[in-house]
């Protein structure tokens, strides 16, 4: 008998290689983590093969599962690209979504596009701010819905953890920015969450400082490192070739990435749909 890929096995497979682990899966997806297990094994069936590394903590791909992601994520994509052909002229409406600035062009390269393609007729007003500025602004309904950036287990209420992240001190490569004294910092605007974290961190290891740039933008502060001028703290994912982690200050303790939208937003479809999007499509 011919083999046949389901598509809902393709998309557990795919979140659940994206989240690394099978409960954050089983959350997003809306299904039991034995469910979840049971989409795995039934796809590893078909594969000819194990598709992922088990561990207590997290899962990680084999040879054959990195295939089979590569391979099956256009199939995904056109899946709902046709789906949503077929069902996007019907909605229509506005939608008011705010995200921060280390996101906003992974954000509007690879999800609004794709959201605007599927759903034609909703107007989508874009603002980008530091995540408390957003979530204040979604809580006081000036905006519909915001990704977030928030202490694990210690922010407001939301949608969705779309991504877990581990916030790391950096130092330009190759230098000694750690003997200076006081240190030299690039911080972020005051309403993020990481300004908040860096300044507590480093008031509790007695560490003089001084601010050589205060900046709303991610890629300042990122050109500030790695220009030699400073340290800061940044999502692990983006360190780049010309910088450096520090393991002599404090740690910090790891960030959630939220989906959060307004109380009134809960009954409107295309804030729903957008939510849907960003699960599917967002990347640290």
């Not at 000819?48 to 054959?64: E, H, P």
């Amino acid at each position: 008998m011919t083999s046949i890929l389901d598509i809902e096995l393709i998309r557990t497979f795919h979140t659940v290689a994206r989240l690394e682990k099978f409960s954050a899966a089983a959350e997003q997806l809306h299904k039991s983590p034995a469910a979840v297990s049971v989409h795995i094994q039934r796809l590893e069936a078909i594969a000819g093969g194990r598709l992922l590394n088990r561990d207590n903590q997290s899962v990680s791909l084999t040879g054959l599962g990195k295939r089979l992601l590569v391979s099956t994520g256009e199939l995904l994509r056109t899946h709902d690209r046709v789906l949503a052909d077929l069902q996007g002229t019907r909605l229509a409406g506005r939608v008011t979504f705010g995200v921060p600035d280390e996101y906003a062009d992974h954000v509007i390269r690879d999800i609004l596009p794709t959201f605007a393609g599927a759903w034609p007729n909703v107007v989508l007003e874009l603002k980008t701010a530091p995540s408390y500025a957003l979530r204040d602004q979604v809580q006081r309904g000036t905006l519909q819905a915001a990704i977030v950036t928030q202490p694990k287990g210690q922010g407001v209420a939301q949608d969705a953890v779309l991504e877990t992240t581990t916030p790391v001190w950096v130092a330009p490569i190759n230098t000694a920015m750690m003997a200076l004294e006081p240190l030299p910092l690039a911080v972020h605007a005051s309403q993020c969450p990481y300004r908040q974290a860096m300044m507590e961190s480093l008031r509790q290891s007695g560490r003089r400082l001084r601010i050589v740039l205060e900046s709303p933008s991610n890629q300042a502060v990122k050109a500030c490192v790695e220009a030699g001028l400073a340290i800061s703290l940044i999502d692990r994912a983006r360190v780049t070739g010309r910088m450096q982690i520090l393991d002599d200050l404090p740690g910090i303790p790891e960030h959630e990435v939220v989906f959060m939208r307004s109380q009134a937003s809960h009954a409107d479809e295309a804030v729903s749909l957008l939510l849907r999007t960003f699960q599917r499509h967002f990347r640290l």
